[in-house]
């Protein structure tokens, strides 16, 4: 995966019942890469990665595929309560097409360093696919320092970026 470009997050679409609006998802994915992106991030915090089921996170990443149809890469947000979960989500990404995951701790909890890197370590041993760390500590209440994200890169090949959205 090359993590070179703007690959911006993309937001979930809505129908008045509340359903996916894959139709506009589709849309905007392919208005993205006409308009100079080199690739989305599906299932990120803006695009409802933390209140959407499991299944409609698989719907989504499948309609980002096939709308990209392999032009550019399609990187899923791992984002979840369980570690269980955040794993299946990676491997079932690369299954469906993606490229590339960007690899989130679990929303609200706030565990140690020992019980972040395992969640982590998890991801990144579901799914042989390039992974980005996303270090938010404002939003999720973990900081990934640098000596552990040198730890986690010198352990997992597949870790090849980071997203750093500290305040600092």
């Known amino acids: 995966m090359n993590w070179k470009g703007v690959m911006p997050a ?3 679409s809505f129908n008045q019942d509340l359903t996916i609006d894959h139709g506009y998802v589709g849309e905007h994915c392919r208005w993205m890469l006409e308009n100079g992106c080199t690739g989305v991030v599906a299932l990120g915090s803006l695009g409802e990665g933390a209140t959407l089921s499991y299944d409609e996170k698989l719907e989504i990443l499948r309609t980002c595929v096939r709308s990209l149809n392999q032009r550019a ?4 947000a791992i984002s979840s309560l369980t570690t269980s979960d955040a794993a299946s989500l990676a491997k079932e990404a690369a299954d469906l097409g993606c ?6 701790p679990p929303y609200v909890y706030q565990g140690d360093w020992r019980e972040m890197k395992a969640h982590i370590a998890s991801v990144f041993e579901a799914s042989p696919l390039s992974c980005m760390l996303y270090n938010n500590p404002v939003a999720y209440g973990t900081d990934f320092l640098p ?3 040198a730890e986690l890169a010198a352990e997992y090949p597949n870790l090849e970026a980071v997203k750093e ?3 600092d």
């Not at 890469?73 to 899923?76: E, S």
């Open 10 to 12: 993309i937001t979930t």
């Open 73 to 76: 890469p399609v990187v899923a």
């Open 99 to 104: 490229e590339g995951l960007m690899v989130l």
């Open 147 to 149: 000596e552990q994200i």
């Open 165 to 167: 959205s500290s305040t």
